[in-house]
């Protein structure tokens, strides 16, 4: 079909869903652009200037907003690339959103209201926040630390979110749509590092901490502000129950149950990562 033939621009081409989304699109011969800062063109969201170039001659881009759709002036962002891609003869807009951010929520508004075909992904926390970033150190230490308590989150496999994600750049069917996006259950924290601990035969524990503690913990290791910022306002006002009711958003996007967490961490394990 058409679409195929025609270039999709995947932001964030180097991150978890992005690298996903680009090794499927490319397995199906679509031409992909990357936007990345090391790309060429290069794309920055702190950058304006670059975004002309990348999107000249596209048709469709996937959007993932760096670092997070919470922070501060990330909706005002959206609205400029949403209003460049548009003059520039984009006419489909696929948007990466987050679970319980009123932030999130913003930009979502942003792309529905671009006068061109869009899709939303709205997804819970990722299975591979585990295994590829934030939770790996600590878990190769054998203790993760979280300023979360006994709360249950229904996490995503980003294998989901990228098929979903190629779908809806390539077929049809999915104009209009908003899809919420998590796995078939819900897990704490606790539950879920037990089952990583199980699997890769280690012992990996779980300690709760207070935010006090786990802000001193960051700056301590002389994280940016804003970044402790960012991270704080999501473990202490996302994860405090809202997101644990389970979506079906999989399900209706591929007609197939989402991916189970126990699944993921035995196919991870197997890969050694866990050590």
Known sequence: MKTTQETILILGATGKTGRRITQRLRAADVPVRLGSRGADPAFDWEDRSTWEAVLEGIHAVYISFQPDLAVPGAVETVQAFTDQAVKSGVRKLVLLSGRG????????????????????????????????AHFLEPILQGELALPVGNIAEPFVDVEDIAEIAVEALTKPGHSGQLYELTGPRA???????????????????????PPVAYRQALEQAQLPTELIELVLYLFTTVLDGRNTP??????????????????????????????
């Open 101 to 132: 951010e009123v932030e999130a929520e913003q930009a979502e508004r942003v792309v529905q209201n671009s006068g061109v075909d869009w899709t939303i992904l709205r997804a819970s926390w990722f299975f591979q926040n585990f295994s590829e």
């Open 187 to 209: 897990l704490t924290f606790a539950e879920a590092t037990a089952e990583i601990a199980h699997a890769s035969k280690r012992d990996v524990g779980f300690v709760a901490v």
């Open 246 to 275: 389970v979506a079906d958003g999989v399900q209706r996007a591929l007609g197939r149950p989402a991916r189970d967490f126990s699944d993921y961490v035995r196919r991870t394990a197997a890969t050694g990562v866990w050590g």
